[in-house]
C-alpha cells in the first residue's frame, strides 16, 4: 500500500488516518493554528486482514479558527454553517490506496503480506463531500459522506458518537473520548477492496465473489489526550471494528483475513503556532474526524 489505505481508515476506525488539535482551547481560536507530530500505528496490513504491522506515521494539521481545517488524516474541510451546537460544510480527503504487495514507506515492523496478490493495486482516490456535526461536549455526533472522483469510485457514508470526561491525573489534564462508528459504502467501494472478478480469481487462487454495497463496519473508538502544556501533548487510541456485509463475506477476508479489526496507536504533538487562548485545562479536537 502507498501509506496503507488501513493506516488512514484505522484512524477513522479507531484512518475509518482527523486528528486532534492538542492545543485547541475553549470556543473558536483566532488566527492560524499550526502543529506537527508523528507516532506509532499498529495496524492490520490491509483492511480485513489478520496479520499487522507497526507503522511510524507523520501529522501535520492546520486550522484557521473555528473555520477551515486540514489534516492528514481528516483531509480538508470548512465550517460553512456554524449555528449553536450544528456544524455543516463541504469536505474533501484522499485515500492512499493499496499496493497487491502489502508494503508501505512507513511500515517499521511487521512482514509484507502475499493475501493481495493477483488482485492487482487500487489506485490513489480523491474524495469529495460534505458533513454535519453536532457538538454539545462532551458529546459529538457527526455523519460524513464522500464520493470517490477516481481509484474506487465509491461512496462512502460515516456516522460516529463520542462523549467524554476531563480528569486530573498526577496534576496532568486528561481528555477521555469514547464511542461507536458505522460505515456505509457503495457496490463501487466494496466491489474494488472485497470483489474478485473471474481474472483476479485466476491470479491470486481466491474465489470469484460479486462485492455488493451496504454496512462495512461498526465498532468502538477510544482516544486519550494528555496535554503537558501549551505546546505539547499526547495521544493514545485503540479501537475495534467488525467488517460487516459482503466486506465480512468476502472470499479475501473469509479465506486470508479477518473481520476483527483492531487498531491501537500512540501520537505526541507539536504546536508550533497556537493562538493566546489555548488553556491547557480545556484541549478539545477541532472540527474534523478524530483518531478514534
Known sequence: MKLKTVSLLALSMAFPFSMPSLAQGPGSQEGWNLSVGGGLLFAPSYLGD????????????VTYGDDFFASVRG????????KGVWRAGPIAAYD???????GGPFVIAGDD?????????????????????????????????????????????ELSMRTGARLVVAD???????????TL???GYNDTFFGVDA?????????????????????????????????VAAVTFLSYRRLAGDAA???????????????????????ILASASASRGDRREPRGRSFA
Open 96 to 102: 492512499f490506496g493499496r499496493d497487491e504487495d502489502g
Open 113 to 157: 503480506t502475499d493475501d493481495l496478490d493477483g488482485l492487482g493495486d487500487v489506485d490513489g482516490t480523491i474524495e469529495v463531500g460534505g458533513f454535519l456535526e453536532y457538538d454539545t461536549r462532551p458529546l459529538n455526533a457527526r455523519i460524513e459522506i464522500r464520493q470517490g472522483l477516481n481509484g474506487h469510485e465509491g461512496l462512502i457514508g
Open 50 to 61: 489478520d496479520a499487522y504491522q507497526l507503522s511510524a506515521v507523520p501529522n501535520i494539521q
Open 75 to 82: 483531509g480538508v474541510g470548512y465550517n460553512a454553517i456554524k
Open 172 to 182: 496532568q489534564p486528561v481528555v477521555i473520548r469514547v464511542g461507536p462508528d458505522v
Open 199 to 231: 481474472g483476479q480469481s485466476a491470479a491470486s487462487g481466491l474465489d470469484a465473489f460479486d462485492a455488493d454495497g451496504g454496512l462495512l463496519s461498526y465498532g468502538l473508538g477510544s482516544t486519550v489526550v494528555v496535554p503537558f502544556n501549551d505546546h
Open 185 to 187: 459504502v457503495d457496490d
Open 249 to 271: 463475506d468476502s472470499s479475501l477476508v473469509e479465506e486470508r483475513g479477518s473481520p476483527d479489526q483492531v487498531t491501537a496507536g500512540f501520537f505526541s504533538q507539536l504546536h
